[in-house]
């Protein structure tokens, strides 16, 4: 199976999404290649090509603040209301890019303007709150869902393959700094398998640790790149998050 091609424009979609309803994206990332600090093994988009925290062999392929704002404004002023979300998405870590807080201003302007009513969120696989003009753009949006696949640094490597300078306890604590986020965290068998009793234990101390106001969980619905993994039962799911739930004292939903 093929994985899903990469988004070409700065905005796509709505999608119906599982989890936000109607959602339209916003790619901050190139349009031609897949920027992320992650290569994780399930990603729909295939294997990361530019895997690195240091973007700047790519400052010529980022879209501009104002492209942005052009084209957001573009969309909503001809659909007002039209949507539930607009999301931060698309080829990569949104959080990448080298103006992330003042696109989150442009975002945040173009939806009180076009469409009151939809929530600003983002998907951010977590890596980049080392930065506080990152940290201080995260923190003006309406919803921040942010990944934590694993619960040992051993699965970490092996299920999200970071780039070499980001660290898995760096990345529990820098969570611990963001209020009211939504964790997400994706669990698969076959050549990876986070949803063994060990790891799942793990997993819910981290979570215990950084105290989200909620938990999503869900397994792959699409092609991924490595094509040796297999989608977790709605049974096994229903298990982890339920022991979860118990042991933390949030809601931890499955999707
Ligand atoms: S963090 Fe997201 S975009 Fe990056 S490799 Fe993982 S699934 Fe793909």
């Excluded at 290649?33 to 010529?60: E, I, P, Q």
């Excluded at 939809?118 to 940290?135: H, Y």
């Excluded at 982890?240 to 004292?249: D, H, M, R």
Aim: aromatic letters at 8%; proline letters at 4%; one cysteine or more.
């Amino acid at each position: 199976m093929r994985t899903l091609k990469l988004k070409e424009g700065i905005i796509y979609g709505p999608v119906s999404s599982r989890r936000l309803g109607s959602s339209l994206g916003v790619n901050l990332m190139p349009g031609s290649y897949k920027l992320c600090t992650f290569n994780c093994l399930y990603c729909h988009f295939g294997w990361t090509k530019v895997h690195s925290r240091d973007v700047s062999s790519c400052l010529a392929d980022f879209p501009s603040v104002e492209q942005v704002r052009e084209a957001l404004e573009g969309w909503l002023s001809r659909n007002p209301n039209g949507v539930d979300y607009v999301t931060f998405s698309g080829n990569g870590e949104p959080c990448l890019h080298p103006e992330f807080d003042k696109m989150v201003e442009v975002v945040l302007q173009a939806r009180d303007k076009y469409a009151p009513k939809a929530k600003v969120t983002i998907l951010s696989n977590s890596t980049c709150l080392d930065d506080e003009r990152v940290m201080s753009g995260l923190r003006r949006l309406d919803v921040r869902i942010m990944k934590l696949d694993a619960g040992s640094e051993e699965t970490f490597q092996t299920l999200n393959r970071p780039c070499t300078t980001i660290q898995f306890q760096a990345v529990i604590e820098n969570l611990k700094k963001l209020d009211e986020i939504i964790i997400q965290s994706v669990f698969v068998q076959g050549r990876v398998d986070n949803t063994e009793e060990g790891e799942v234990g793990q997993w819910i101390q981290r979570l215990s640790s950084i105290k989200p106001r909620e938990v999503q969980i869900y397994s792959i619905d699409r092609p991924s790149a490595d094509q040796g993994l297999d989608l977790v039962s709605k049974d096994r799911l229903n298990q982890i998050a339920k022991k979860a739930e118990k042991l933390c004292g949030f809601p931890v939903k499955v999707f």
